[in-house]
């Protein structure tokens, strides 16, 4: 008899994340992305400049609008991220002996076949 523990079902912690449209690109004026947004319609959500990296948050449903107004835009930009996911909206510090916990429990989940892809808010 094969017996497992189930941490959770599909949905149980939705509510913590936010599913967004997701893209990241080389820059240094997060203002005029978002005014070249605005002016296209596109519904932002968030945008941030760190370390000269843009990235530009927005619901899931404005990806290919958001998409095709920064390629109308920026013709020669380069997308180094642009996907939909889940973005947590906030984060948990993990450390010391729980942080060597929780990278060896999300190893065990990249190695299982059943498993897609792993969303989580710790911080690490």
Known sequence: MKTGA????????AHMFDHQAVFQFKGDD????????????????DIELEDGV???FAPHTEFFKT????GEEY?????DVEEITFVPQ????????????????????DDCDDVQQVYHNAEL
Request: hydrophobic share 45%; net charge negative; glycine share 6%.
């Open 6 to 13: 189930k941490i959770g079902s599909p949905g149980t912690v």
């Open 30 to 45: 997060e203002e005029a992305v978002l005014e070249a947004l605005m002016m296209a319609d596109v519904d932002v959500t």
């Open 54 to 56: 843009v990235t530009v």
């Open 67 to 70: 998409k095709t107004a920064l």
């Open 75 to 79: 013709p020669d930009l380069t997308l």
């Open 90 to 109: 906030t984060h948990t510090p993990v450390t010391g002996e729980d942080a060597e916990k929780f990278q060896k429990f999300l190893d065990l989940l």
